[in-house]
């Protein structure tokens, strides 16, 4: 039996509706000093009912080789990786023009 999605009725393996919700999200990236001098690569303004976090996050921090975490709906990567990280973004289907990086 197939699931289908409660939000647009569609069968499960064609549900748009996080395609959409990437289109529409107003993303922040920056970096913040904390404890010990340490960088952080702060990623704000991603809806975290409509895309998965936990996802995303795991595959931030594969690419770019680094630890993470998610607090208070954004995610938080160790080290400055800004120059790369809004073409990653784009890669994974959001709007470069959404994109801010800061």
């Not at 289109?23 to 991603?46: F, H, L, P, S």
């Amino acid at each position: 039996m197939n699931a289908v999605c409660e939000s647009c009725g569609l069968p499960k393996e064609l549900c748009v509706c996080e395609t959409i919700a990437k289109e529409k999200q107003k993303i922040t990236v920056k970096i913040v000093k904390q404890r010990y001098g340490k960088i952080y690569t702060t990623i704000n303004g991603i809806d975290n009912k409509s895309i998965d976090l936990k996802m995303l996050a795991k595959k931030l921090k594969s690419k770019f080789a680094c630890g993470g975490t998610i607090k208070n709906n954004q995610i938080e990567l160790q080290g400055d990786h800004r120059s790369k990280i809004k073409d990653f973004l784009a890669k994974q289907g959001f709007a470069e023009e959404t994109i801010e990086v800061q």
